[in-house]
């Protein structure tokens, strides 16, 4: 149980372009999402809180109007980098809470398996 | 305050060795302690956690010890495996607060040589 699926697992896109990338919770429903990303070699850096039907609530430091999260459902949060450079290369990873599910407390995060987003 | 330190930076063991990673932590609310593993190119799974109101948790070969008092934690792996090489973060966060987003040490890159 807990599984967190995110697509796509890996992208490249071109300069200037938009990507979006996809987390669901697969057998349970997350009343919080959690958007990460991590560079080689170091430690995961939050970028942005998300509830269900509320706006996301973004790290310090991070462009609100770069990185698009919408959480429409308890099972979907979406990222898109809009406008990529390739500066916003990067191994982005989403969690999850979980809610409601039998044999889980709530406070435990569950990752995805990360996409790795390349922008030339 | 919001940080979590980690310790060491990376750390070789022989097949069988007990690698120990500690971690230190400021902020007194924090009140939930997970450990996670990161094999490369994936994401971290959740391996263990621990409330304060332990001092110590064991989950098959992966132990954590907890001293509140000097607000350090640490995970012990007993008997490790070559494929218990990995990255291993500490973490820890407010249960009920700021979302329970985790606060991540800096991470400790695992080698367990055969």
């Known amino acids: 149980g807990a599984v967190v699926s995110q697509h796509p697992s890996w992208v490249i896109c071109k300069s200037g372009t938009s990507v979006k990338i996809e987390c669901r919770s697969l057998?349970?429903?997350?009343?919080?999402m959690f958007w990460y990303r991590q560079f080689p070699k170091q430690s995961l850096m939050l970028m942005a809180t998300?509830?269900?039907?509320?706006?996301?609530?973004?790290e310090q430091g991070v462009e609100k109007d770069k990185f698009l999260i919408n959480h429409a459902s308890l099972t979907l949060s979406t990222l898109t980098v809009t406008s990529a450079h390739p500066e916003d290369s990067s191994f982005y990873i989403c969690s999850a809470t979980v809610f409601g599910s039998a044999g889980a407390r709530s406070y435990e995060q569950y990752f995805g398996p990360g996409t790795r987003l390349t922008v030339t | 305050q919001q940080q979590v330190k980690q310790s060491p930076q990376s750390l070789i063991v022989q097949k069988g060795g007990i690698p120990i990673i500690n971690c230190a932590y400021e902020?007194?609310?924090?009140?939930?302690f997970p450990w996670y593993q990161q094999f490369p190119g994936k994401g971290p799974a959740l391996l263990i956690a621990?409330?304060?109101?332990?001092s110590e948790k064991k989950e098959g070969r992966f132990t954590i010890s907890f001293n509140k008092s000097a607000k350090q934690f640490s995970l012990h792996i007993m008997d490790s495996q070559p494929g218990d090489s990995a990255t291993y973060f500490c973490a820890a966060s407010m249960i009920y607060n700021q979302g329970g987003k985790l606060i991540f040490g800096q991470g400790t890159e695992l080698s367990v040589k055969p």
């Open positions: 057998d349970f429903q997350a009343t919080t």
């Open positions: 621990i409330r304060p109101d332990v």
């Open positions: 902020n007194t609310a924090f009140d939930y």
């Open positions: 998300s509830n269900e039907g509320s706006k996301a609530t973004y």
